[in-house]
Nanobody, 126 residues
Framework: QVQLVESGGGLVQAGGSLRLSCAAS????????MGWFRQAPGKERVFVAA????????YYADSVKGRFTISRDNAKNTVPLQMNSLKPEDTAVYYC???????????????????WGQGTQVTVSS
């Protein structure tokens, strides 16, 4: 079973940058697509970005397109999310995920069990 652990969150001023990372356990990491979601206070969890298992396809929410970049390192079992030009509305808990949630957001076929990390807080001050 896959386990996911996020890191890299923190407090940053508007216009600044942060780099989140998701570390995955398991020997089959390169076999499944990965994604990031976020949940702001009082709101539903929403899709942010996803990357295919080989890293050749990426998909972004319109709200982050051009500012965020998702990537993956299959040798290190990590999925970084580079966030630039941050806005106060990017404030949220960011979650790494794989499985059904990524499939529903992107339309990609996924076979691995849906799994979520514990989340990391990102706060952008104005």
């Amino acid at each position: 079973q896959v386990q996911l652990v996020e890191s890299g969150g923190g407090l940053v001023q508007a216009g600044g940058s942060l780099r989140l990372s998701c570390a995955a356990s398991g020997r089959t990491f390169s076999s499944y697509a990965m994604g990031w979601f976020r949940q702001a206070p009082g709101k539903e969890r929403v899709f942010v970005a996803a990357i295919s298992r080989g890293g050749d396809n990426t998909y972004y929410a319109d709200s982050v397109k051009g500012r965020f970049t998702i990537s993956r390192d299959n040798a290190k079992n990590t999925v970084p999310l580079q966030m630039n030009s941050l806005k106060p509305e990017d404030t949220a808990v960011y979650y790494c995920t794989t499985g059904g949630a990524v499939g529903r957001a992107t339309g990609w076929y996924t076979s691995v069990r849906e799994t979520w990390g514990q989340g990391t807080q990102v706060t952008v001050s104005s």
